[in-house]
């Protein structure tokens, strides 16, 4: 008898911890960036007055200068689901690639820039400019018309570029692409650490007539 009770107390106590065990473990989370995407600002720049006027084609537009460049600052936020993008490998701050359809060559003898010195003359108390020698290319090189990568605001998400096409476009359609990779994560309630287990791509692309 006394065998019998204490094999049915060995039972139970096995079946309590077993519990308790299942119980107490920790839940596991994963950050699988469904839900993340890209919202660009309105003119594609949060600051209204640069902003690109905008078709009922969700085309933008944007008036070249004859010869050169002509620089744009666009910009878009990374979300999650109205939040700021704040993961466990990488924290607050993501890192986003930007690309486009269209690139310019400038070839060897090209005048990159003209440089003027300003400095304050002592003896006449007044400023003074020098121009110096131009800065010459060295050799061909294929020039893409946005800058490649730029990293979100830690407090708003949001992320933002330069374009610089050149008057020989005038009449192309310029198709801007931002993408963010997105590393799948796997991590445990109050944890720390985390475990890569998989990723996602997140593109999307705005398009812009030049004239």
């Known amino acids: 008898m006394k065998n019998s009770v204490l094999a049915i107390f060995c039972v139970f106590i096995s079946l309590f911890l077993i519990g308790s065990c299942t119980l107490f473990e920790e839940e596991t989370f994963i950050e699988d960036g469904k839900n993340i ?3 660009f600002d309105a003119g594609l720049n949060e600051e209204p ?3 690109l006027p905008k078709d ?5 537009y944007m008036t ?3 010869g050169g ?3 744009q600052r666009i910009s878009a936020r990374l979300l999650d689901g109205g939040k700021i993008v704040d993961t466990k490998c990488c924290g607050p701050r993501q890192k986003v690639t930007w690309s486009s359809n269209l690139y310019w060559w400038i070839l060897a003898g090209d005048t990159v820039a003209n440089i003027t010195k300003t400095y304050f003359n002592t003896f006449t108390g007044q400023l003074q400019y020098s121009n110096l020698p ?3 290319n060295w050799k061909d090189e294929l020039v893409p018309a946005v800058n490649s990568s730029s990293y979100t605001d830690e407090f708003t998400g949001r992320v933002s570029t330069v374009i610089a096409p050149v008057g020989k476009m005038k009449g192309d359609t310029l198709t ?3 993408r963010y990779y997105h590393s799948i994560s796997s991590y445990s309630g109050g944890s720390s650490f985390y475990k890569p287990v998989g990723s996602l791509e997140i593109v999307d692309s705005v398009k812009i007539v030049l004239r």
């Open 37 to 39: 995407r890209f919202i």
């Open 49 to 51: 007055r640069f902003g």
């Open 56 to 60: 009922a084609n969700g085309y933008y």
């Open 64 to 66: 070249l200068t004859k």
């Open 69 to 71: 460049q002509k620089i």
């Open 134 to 136: 131009p800065l010459i």
């Open 176 to 178: 801007v692409y931002a």
